[in-house]
């Protein structure tokens, strides 16, 4: 039997033992439903074979193929991954569009005796709701921005927020990028990926209270913000911390540690600034990494690269901006005056 999801949070509610994903390998890799596992009926190659056939020789001889590799790899994994299920196994199974792949996969698997079902649609449908819920539903919260200085703790903070009682969206830690040339933090997921992360946990938002976002721009690292929600931190209002510069750099050198360490990275990454600035200046700076002087290079780097960035970004928007003076000696209690102050940013009650 094909389940059809009307929203994203039907999935959760469904309560499936395990959602497995008959695409290709790098289907999956691009994108999957959230908690899936790759159980492939073909791979990349036997996937490429079929459709070769099917166009340059006939669809049913690329169905007799198809369906003589599908049953080959549906062995492996009833022998493999599949071996240790027991007769109460409940598995939702979908491929692209919900059609032969995850058909013929949930076939054998309800002949073994498993209550298997398939979803309407496959992942097609399912990335139907991601773009709806991203790109033609209005964004469902009021959103106050929280904004300042590279190196003011923006991310650290806004992670000490849920905690008391106030809803975020933690744009980099779903993006895997901290944002700037120096912030890659791994590889970052595909654009559908990201897109996908950012829908869920918009869903789970109460539209009653207002949401916090980091000040970003319209890109973190190579991933694009949905338009609806670019809009909407463009109109939201902003509370920016006023931290002093001496305070920020020391801040970076702990939270960039993971750059700092990585003397190749860390000049490499450098070398990339070359475009914005005269050979004397990289120069110095690559002196000063290879001297590991890293608070006086966040130093340099905020007074020479980032902070007239930011200014110059923050001219282009006319939002109300309210400014608040502090250090970054006490996270927790700096939480605390953030968790007062912001929902009044949106008219909400503290």
């Not at 499936?16 to 691009?30: K, L, S």
């Not at 920016?240 to 970076?252: G, K, S, W």
């Not at 475009?275 to 007074?303: C, N, S, T, V």
């Amino acid at each position: 039997m094909a389940i059809t999801l009307s929203a994203l949070t039907d999935l959760a509610a469904m309560g499936f033992d395990d959602i497995i994903d008959a695409r290709a390998p790098a289907e999956f890799a691009e994108d999957h439903l959230p908690d899936a596992i790759s159980l492939p009926v073909l791979n990349d190659a036997e996937r490429a074979r079929v459709g070769t056939i099917y166009k340059q020789v006939s669809p049913f001889d690329a169905r007799k193929l198809g369906a003589a590799l599908v049953a080959e790899n549906v062995a492996r994994h009833l022998q493999g991954p599949l071996a240790g299920k027991g007769g109460g196994w409940r598995p939702l199974v979908y491929c692209w569009r919900g059609g032969q792949r995850s058909g013929s996969f949930a076939l054998i698997l309800s002949q073994v005796g498993w209550r298997v079902e398939t979803l309407a649609g496959g992942y097609k449908a399912w990335r139907g709701l991601v773009v709806r819920a991203l790109h033609e539903a209005p964004f469902p919260c009021k959103v106050v921005v929280l904004d300042g200085n590279t190196g003011s703790a923006k991310t650290e903070l806004l992670n000490l927020l849920p905690a008391r009682g106030m809803q975020v969206l933690d744009l980099e830690g779903m993006a895997q990028h901290r944002g700037s040339l120096f912030g890659a933090m791994g590889e970052q997921p595909s654009q559908k990926a990201f897109e996908a992360r950012l829908a869920l946990a918009m869903a789970a938002l109460d539209p009653a209270r207002p949401v916090v976002v980091e000040a970003e721009s319209a890109k973190v690292g190579g991933l694009g913000l949905p338009t609806r929600l670019w809009q909407a931190m463009c109109r939201a209002p902003r509370l920016a911390l006023e931290v002093p510069r001496a305070a920020r750099a020391n801040y970076l050198t702990r939270a960039y540690a993971d750059v700092t360490t990585d003397p190749a990275r860390l000049a490499a990454t450098i070398d990339k600034l070359r475009p914005w600035h005269p050979k004397e200046r990289i120069e110095d700076w690559q002196a000063l990494a290879g001297a590991g002087a890293f608070a006086a290079l966040a130093d340099e780097l905020m007074q020479h690269h980032y902070d007239p960035r930011y200014a110059r970004h923050r001219a282009r928007i006319a939002v109300p901006v309210t400014p608040l003076e502090c250090d970054l000696t006490d996270l927790p209690a700096l939480a605390d005056r953030l968790a007062d102050t912001l929902p009044r940013l949106t008219g909400a009650p503290a």
